[in-house]
């Protein structure tokens, strides 16, 4: 990915080096690349130009002001969990029509303060949440856009946390249960229920399980038609890969082709929802080596960011590549992958500070050898990243930093000792 790339033996994202931002803004510091957020968006719009969809970015995947901001100047809508991301939204300039408010458990206060706040469309999961949004929407002399949520029942084949669409996961309701709320509910003069909302899992790293739901749906678009219930509006939801390694996801083009030739010509509003697919490629976790030391089985390199910075290896397991940020021209990476194989390199664990065994970022990862001060670089780490992070052991969370070209702008402060115990304070 040309925005996060080596030259002569040092990172840089755009033209600034890695190295200048971590001496500018300190450690662990997340990087952010507009270039990287506007190109994956635009390539998106277009690879699915033909279904004129809205692409909602899921905000939850990267909620900074700033990068929504940037996003929205491109023509994204947005995908919002809770009111704080729909609150986000509407800082960052969208207009709430262009808010799909989601979540299995939107409470009536939610409820109520996102119709007040006029989002474009509800996202409902169960029939108990849709009589609560009745009777909130009835109360307010409103009539609102909904989609019901599907569980498809398809086999995301991703990891047990983020799969979404098996029926024993608590996301929507399966598609018998669909059929019979849409057919009870077609008169309804406060809620519109004539979308369908599916999200299969995150990451989805092949295209077969978009063209088994998407099967699906249509297949109950068609009941429903045929007994007089006309849906209008089909949401995919997100989940389409990043570049963990190389090769792990296949292109956006590569889903587009699979799904709009099932979509094309049916009529129908499409709304996607992807986050990682935009945010993880645009994104690295810098971070400094503290200390380096070995047991009789492990060498251990011990760095200033944690699982409280980045989750995703301790939560899933998950792979990043990490590498360091001047490894010198002998040591420049021709891949992301693990099994990297080049003279000198020394199998590691690298980890960091807070008092939990899965605190690591990597473990047993070749890498060249590292010495205390040397800069490392996290990849793929613009998604579910900071967004994640906690603050855990008293850690004040990370500083970001948007860089366009070579200016780098500070886009949230590091957080300081003030900042934690601020609530605590003012009781
Ligand atoms: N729509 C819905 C309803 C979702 O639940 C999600 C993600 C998305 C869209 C966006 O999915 P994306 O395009 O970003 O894959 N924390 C995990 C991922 C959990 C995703 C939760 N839902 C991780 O670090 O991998």
Redesign the pocket.
Known sequence: MASFGYRNGELYCEDMSAASLAQRFGTPLYVYARGALEQSFDRMAAAFAALSPKICF?I??CSNLHVLRLLRQRGAAF?A?SIGEVRRAIEAGAPAADIVF?GVGKTRAEIDTALQLGVGCF?VESAEELAALRAAAAQAGLTVRAAL?VNPDVDAHT?P??T?GKDENK?GINLAAARDLFAAHRQDTHVRLTGI?L?I????NTVEPYVETVGRALQLIDELAAQGVAIDLLNL????GACYQDDDAPPIEAYADAIVPLLAGRNLDVHF???????ADAGVLLARVVYRKASRSRRFVIVDTAMTDL??PA??D?YHFLWPVSPGAAFTPASRRADLDMPGLEAVDVVGPVCESSDFLAKQRCLPPLAPDDLLAVFSAG??GFV?ASQYNSRPRAAEVLVHRDEARLIRRRETYDDLVAAEREV
């Open positions: 899921s939850k995947s995908d969990v989601a996202n949520r990891h946390y983020t979404t996301f909302h999200h899992g995150s990451p989805v939801g997100g989940g389409w929802e992807p986050g990682r697919s935009i945010a989750i995703r939560l899933y998950a998604a579910y994640m």
